[in-house]
């Protein structure tokens, strides 16, 4: 049984050949070094696994309301 597992992906990395330059430089990044993104809506997708690769399809698109 496969069970939903909710998230938000903020980057994905394929493959590591160096986990340790990686884990080094997520360590150092903070979050003030991240430019400001203005975001206005949210998109909903569904994610199917598959030999290939995932494929995502677009559900539904939330609009957002506030200051830009």
């Not at 975001?39 to 030999?51: K, M, N, P, T, W």
Request: proline content about 4%; overall charge positive; aromatic content about 2%.
């Amino acid at each position: 049984m496969i069970t939903n597992n909710p998230h938000v992906t903020l980057g994905r990395v394929r493959s590591i050949r160096n986990r340790r330059t990686l884990t080094s430089s997520l360590q150092k990044a903070s979050l003030s070094e991240l430019n400001a993104v203005h975001v206005d809506r949210i998109g909903l997708y569904a994610s199917e696994l598959a030999a290939t690769g995932a494929r995502h399809t677009l559900l539904n698109t939330i609009p957002l309301q506030g200051e830009p």
